[in-house]
């Protein structure tokens, strides 16, 4: 199982980006999104667990971000709109089955795509 990310780049406050991280192999029950800014541990950003469609976001990216996977591509996304500059960071896609309880942390998740670069500029 691998996990691809891409879309990152440098944009302006306010722009907006689609990371997407491409899937091969099982499908699991949760995919995720976490980010490592400079200087600072790797946060939950957004997941998606299949069982019931459910969704869940940090509260720093709720109402800006959105997470979404095409079944039939095996592909992540993450849209994201009106940018700030304190989501510059690392984007790290993740695949696994965590426990209900565990969905927001990275110890659930077992294959993690190797990060796709946000910079965003004031």
């Known amino acids: 199982v691998q996990l691809q990310a891409s879309g990152g780049g440098l944009v302006q406050a306010g722009d907006s980006l689609r990371l997407t991280c491409a899937a091969s192999g099982r499908t699991f029950g949760s995919y995720a999104w976490f980010r490592q800014a400079p200087g600072k541990a790797r946060e939950f950003v957004a997941a998606?667990?299949?069982?019931?469609?459910?969704?869940y976001y940090t509260d720093s990216v709720k109402g800006r971000f959105t997470i979404s996977r095409d079944k039939f591509k095996n592909t992540l996304y993450l849209g994201m709109n009106s940018l700030k500059p304190e989501d510059t960071a690392v984007y790290y896609c993740?695949?696994?089955?965590?426990?209900?309880?565990?969905?927001?942390?990275?110890?659930?998740?077992?294959?993690w795509g190797q990060g796709t670069l946000v910079t965003v500029s004031s």
């Open positions: 993740a695949a696994g089955d965590p426990i209900l309880s565990a969905v927001r942390a990275s110890e659930g998740y077992r294959v």
């Open positions: 998606i667990r299949l069982n019931g469609n459910r969704i």
